[in-house]
DNA sequence: GGTTGGCACTCGGAGCAGCGGAGTGCCAGG
DNA sequence: CCTGGCACTCCGCTGCTCCGAGTGCCAACC
């Protein structure tokens, strides 16, 4: 176990580091902290660290650098998720509230998270699977062609083409249309396959097979991979960090193109509550020098999707760690309103 | 007037550098393209080429570089769009044809066109003023609330809350809706106010209030930014062009965030046949060292909306611009057959 | 007059040496 | 266990030379 100073010496050493992108040394350290020892005494907790594993040096004869481990440590027991203040929240909330529909509130957050974090932000729209169904609206566009509009409590609109294998008239459809609002409407998406299951049987033969065709398709919004999407922004930030760039940044970029790279990096994060995934931590390989913060949001107690930030690992973890968790609490709060 | 061989001199000096990234001399254009002179007379024309501002070079003892105006002469006089060859048509069509939906639409020619041409690429959403009223859907989601969803025949579909002034039956609610299916669907957007003006006096005196506020949130979808959206990706790209990196990269990464500047810049282009901006021919100024290919797309003759890419200066015209069309064309049949 | 080879000149960039300074590890003394 | 001192390492900056690609100009040629 770490003595308290050396534990104090780690956090300075990450504060200093985070702020002057810099390796540290031993005498800087003793002058901006006062931590009431000699720089040789720090020397002598920097090896210890080192020894540990929580700091290393770039070059022999540098100054110190934090490990994957070191922050880790810093964002478990050393940092103190930092509050916004009282403009900030206020900018937040007038910012969020102009929002028109949910495309809107999504675009929304996630420049404001970019604004504020300085880094890249991701939002998840609300999950369908975790959603209940609000309405949904068939309309018919050709005689044997139809387009299904699903509405969800969150906002979310899903629309879908479909084929019929027979011509379908306006009663049935209107008819159509309001069993299926009658079974499903309020009900969570996770009970709509079965409670459709046994519609096509209350329809005449030559109506079943649109019918299975239109449920099927309902189905399928359900688990295809468009089910999730989400928003990226703030890409700008990544040239912040000037140096050896193209090589870092490339292959965040890349990631971040990839939808499904991303909808598996916030999956991987807890269901509540605040995760921060630290450089190797991240599975993808494209991102171990980068570090997620991601939070879930929701209208209720139950996060109905997730949003978040990707930085360097060199970032202010409790600066972005409160920026996201306000951010967080507003986006729902907007949901809730809905 | 420029001889034909200065012309010739030029095409080659744009192919060449475009190819390599490097100044080209004299030398090595007459060794890579047979221009049946010697490099001293390629000298002698590169000096006129300098002279009348089509090239320049960068430091006194290197080799030449186009201007923005050698590449406007080239594109304009010299270049030939090259058209696609049938396996990537082929796969054109593939990608495209699985689509589910309008964002899925957009989404997959966003990274179609990222992937075919190695640039950035930007999809504008079919405009509203220029789409048809395919239907509009009032749900009522309390009694004082509504929501109004807004589809469009090329499968867009936008949704709006809407607060009303005193609580709305269910009875009126079917009744406003059925009426203004009535008299706007199958009608272009821009029609739209007029079709619906004198609706309020039809109805009751305490449905009025809400009969209008639904109306005018209806026709604020038409004029707000909103009305506009787009998609972007292969940002990554950018990476490409390693030379003087967070300089050149940044404000590109910063102009391609603000959706208004993306907007603009389609807005200059052309509403049919291909637009090609070089550098300083774009407004703005973080785009400045970059080329915007652009061109409308749309189901039927018209153009509902553009799309296009954005690249470094030094590009590769012919094949930027076969793609972006090719694309285009492709993207046009797919809105149709919805 | 346009084209060509020859030639002197320019200048950016690579390669190398020197050195200054920040930082370290270690040791002996408090 | 802490501290000051000291020798050592090594990164990165500066200044230097040298090389070569490329140019402009000129005289000769067709």
Do not use: W
């Not at 070191?70 to 900030?88: I, S």
């Not at 969020?96 to 529909?101: F, K, T």
């Not at 404001?112 to 369908?128: D, E, H, K």
């Amino acid at each position: 176990m770490l003595s308290e100073r050396r534990l104090e010496v780690l956090r300075a050493i990450v504060q200093d580091y985070v702020g002057t992108e810099e390796p540290v040394g031993s005498k800087a350290l003793t002058e901006r902290h006062n931590l009431q020892v000699s720089p040789a005494t720090v020397r002598n907790d920097m090896a210890a660290l080192e020894e540990e594993g929580y700091i290393a040096q770039p070059h022999t004869s540098a100054g110190r650098v934090p490990t994957d481990k070191g922050y880790r440590l810093f964002v478990d027991k050393l940092a103190d998720v930092k509050p916004l203040t009282a403009p900030e929240r206020r900018a937040i909330q007038n910012f969020l509230d102009g929002a028109v529909d949910l495309d809107d509130v999504v675009g929304r957050t996630v420049r404001l998270l970019a604004q504020l974090t300085r880094q890249v932000a991701v939002v998840q729209y609300p999950s369908l699977s975790r959603s209940t169904v609000r309405h949904v609206e068939l309309l018919s566009l050709a005689p044997a062609r139809l387009m299904l509009v699903l509405i969800t409590d969150t906002g979310r609109v899903e629309q879908r083409m479909i084929d019929c294998p027979a011509p379908f008239g306006e009663t049935s459809l209107a008819d159509l249309r309001a069993r299926l609002n009658a079974r499903i409407a309020g009900e969570r998406f996770p009970e709509v396959p079965r409670l459709v299951a046994d519609l096509p049987d209350s329809f005449d033969a030559d109506e079943r097979g649109t019918v299975s065709t239109v449920l099927s398709t309902l189905l399928e919004t359900l688990v295809e991979e468009t089910e999730e999407r989400l928003m990226i922004g703030g890409t700008a930030n990544l040239t912040r960090f000037a140096q050896d760039f193209p090589l870092t940044i490339r292959p965040v970029l890349e990631a971040l193109e990839e939808q499904v790279v991303l909808l598996r990096l916030l999956g991987e994060a807890k269901d509540s509550g605040m995760t921060v995934r630290i450089g190797h931590e991240n599975a993808h390989e494209g991102l171990t020098s980068t570090s997620v913060v991601s939070v879930g949001y929701g209208s209720g107690d139950e996060a109905v999707a997730k949003l978040g930030v990707v930085g360097p690992t060199r970032m202010d973890y409790p600066g972005t760690m409160g920026a996201v968790r306000a951010v967080a609490r507003y986006v729902g709060q907007i949901l809730a309103e809905n």
